[in-house]
């Protein structure tokens, strides 16, 4: 059963960094045939994709116009995992970031109902 976990979020002061960790487990060797994504909710607003890896070790990636050049994802297949490299936080980036298998449903991404095992992603609040 595939399940995904985050971690690695808090609080951090404008300007400062954070890294964030995406645990999955249930794909078995089939984890780095799929590409991964960081999402984030904001309270009050939908939720956005911020950053896709591909797979097979993530030669490529796409990132939202307002985390470029600040945010970097990775991967690392033999441990089934994700990160995200923050840097240059800004208040804006206050949000709950889940990680997920790219869809073009992305609202779902950052809903976990229905999955009481997944992790509940992880807060991340940029505040002086």
């Known amino acids: 059963q595939v399940q995904l976990v985050e971690s690695g979020g808090g609080l951090v002061q404008p300007g400062g960094s954070l890294r964030l960790s995406c645990a999955a487990s249930?794909?078995?060797?089939?984890?780095?045939?799929?590409?991964m994504g960081w999402y984030r909710q904001a309270p009050g607003k939908e939720c956005e994709m911020v950053a896709i890896?591909?797979?097979?070790?993530?030669?490529?990636?796409h990132y939202a116009d307002s985390v470029k050049g600040r945010f970097t994802i990775s991967r690392d297949d033999a441990k089934r995992s994700v990160f995200l490299q923050m840097t240059r936080l800004k208040p804006e980036d206050t949000a709950v970031y889940y990680c997920?298998?790219?869809?073009?449903?992305?609202?779902?991404?950052?809903?976990?109902?229905?999955?009481?095992?997944w992790g509940q992603g992880t807060q991340v609040t940029v505040s002086a």
């Open positions: 997920d298998r790219p869809s073009t449903n992305i609202q779902r991404r950052c809903n976990r109902t229905g999955l009481p095992n």
């Open positions: 890896i591909s797979s097979f070790g993530g030669g490529d990636t």
């Open positions: 249930g794909f078995g060797s089939t984890f780095r045939t799929f590409a």
